[in-house]
């Protein structure tokens, strides 16, 4: 695989493209470069003798969310990405390709082989932390509701539910403690804001 060619590709695909409403101009191509890079970094933590398979994993990746917003997106993806990279890429290389984003987003449903594990985790991984806070209020700028909007949300039954439901979805234990200390991170953050934009002073 050509990987310099790939990320042109990809860029030039996805890098100015608007894909959801309240977000920002090619949010969904540096998604995907962070899952990509995320899915290796988690490769080498727990599989750090299973190399030979980077490449895919990280082209697979790179490419997950190629189709969003045409529905169903793992599907249409796994099927355009064989057309998009047919002269960078093998026939083997192109199925195990199309198999990670067709299989993507079915979680905890079938027995998939690591390397597919590997990219759902990243992907749900690179929602939260920092990263959710970014996205709550690029929403909230898009949607004119205020700081007290954000609080609600974060502090809301339906959120707490997400939460749940995005860890429970993991399938790594090493993921789970990354969406832990994620979760910490944000949980620390919401608290100094709700003191902030109250008024109050932080002094622990």
Not at 35 to 42: D, E, H, Y
Not at 68 to 83: D, N, Q, S
């Amino acid at each position: 695989m050509n990987i310099e060619n790939i990320n042109e590709i990809a860029f030039n695909a996805m890098g100015r493209r608007k894909s959801h409403l309240q977000r920002e101009k090619g949010f969904i191509y540096y998604h995907c470069q962070r899952v990509a890079k995320m899915a290796l970094n988690l490769r080498r933590e727990m599989f750090p003798n299973d190399q030979l398979m980077d490449e895919i994993i990280y082209v697979g990746a790179l490419f997950h969310d190629i189709t969003k917003g045409i529905e169903p997106h793992h599907k249409t993806g796994a099927t355009l990405v064989k057309l998009m990279l047919k002269d960078e890429c093998s026939q083997d290389e192109l199925v195990k390709v199309a198999e990670i984003i067709e299989y993507h987003n079915a979680r905890n449903t079938i027995d998939l082989p690591y390397y597919i594990k590997i990219v759902q985790d990243a992907d749900i991984l690179d929602h939260f932390g920092s990263l959710e806070i970014w996205l709550k209020f690029l929403y909230s700028a898009h949607t004119e509701e205020n700081v007290f909007d954000a609080i609600r949300l974060w502090e809301s039954e339906e959120h707490k539910k997400y939460l749940e439901a995005s860890r429970s979805a993991l399938n790594y234990e090493l993921s789970r403690e990354i969406f832990d200390r994620k979760l910490k991170f944000h949980t620390d953050f919401q608290n100094q804001f709700k003191l902030e934009v109250n008024g109050e002073i932080f002094f622990k």
